[in-house]
């Protein structure tokens, strides 16, 4: 099975700054196949990105992602009010398991 | 749009069997999946069935014990959860798989609640 470790757990930031999440697999993933996705209190996950780098349709162009192998990332370049939330990378190259989270509050 | 449905309260040891109705788009044509979350507790994939249900797959921590299954007339997915114990007590999320086996969810129910409690 492929662990995925988050890190931070907690990021504290200012609406504006930038947001930078990592998500380290414990074996390379193939094709670059991570996932990421936010959720906030009471709702489902939304998927952000697939393909390590690829925005889902009518997700803000502040999101991007980037990495490969085993060490993959997301970042938003300016934060909004709407973007404080739990965000997971999934990894589904090998079978798919998930990371254990970063939560990213307002500061 | 995807709708959980079945969830609740049973005795460890019970059984449940929750259900998913699909609509807006055709869901004969995608695998399918169920994915978990215990309270306060990120996400854990669960299982996932092929479009014709010839093809299933288990996390190991159910294997045996749940079964996924699918009825593309109906256009529903089904979990039918047996010997359930505590650690099962989560929210059970029904997800549309984008294109392969393992991929990306790109559309997800708004969850079923179940807690498996004496």
């Known amino acids: 099975e492929i662990v995925l470790t988050q890190s931070p757990g907690t990021l504290s930031l200012s609406p504006g700054e930038r947001a930078i999440f990592s998500c380290r697999a414990s074996q390379s993933v193939r094709a670059n196949h991570i996932a990421w996705y936010q959720q906030k209190p009471g709702q489902a996950p939304r998927p952000l990105m697939y393909g390590a780098s690829i925005r889902v349709t009518g997700i803000p162009d502040r999101f991007s992602g980037s990495g490969s192998g085993t060490d993959f990332t997301l970042t938003i370049s300016r934060l909004e009010p709407e973007d404080f939330a739990v965000y997971y990378c999934?990894?589904?190259?090998?079978?798919?398991?998930f990371g254990q989270g970063t939560k990213l509050e307002i500061k | 749009q995807l709708v959980e449905s079945g969830g609740g309260l049973v005795q460890p040891g019970g059984s449940l069997r929750l259900s998913c109705a699909a609509s807006?788009?055709?869901?004969?044509?995608?695998?399918m999946g169920w994915v978990r979350q215990a309270p306060g507790k990120g996400l854990e994939w669960v299982a996932n069935i092929k479009q014709d249900g010839g093809e299933k797959y288990y996390v190991d921590s159910v294997e045996g014990r749940f079964t996924i299954s699918r009825d593309n007339a109906k256009n529903s997915l089904y979990l039918q959860m047996n010997s359930l114990g505590v650690e099962d007590t989560a929210v059970y999320y029904c997800?549309?798989?984008?294109?392969?086996?393992?991929?990306?969810?790109?559309?997800w129910g708004q969850g079923t609640m179940v807690t498996v409690s004496s």
């Open positions: 807006g788009f055709t869901f004969s044509t995608y695998w």
């Open positions: 997800a549309r798989s984008q294109l392969l086996a393992y991929d990306v969810f790109n559309m």
């Open positions: 999934q990894q589904y190259g090998t079978s798919t398991t």
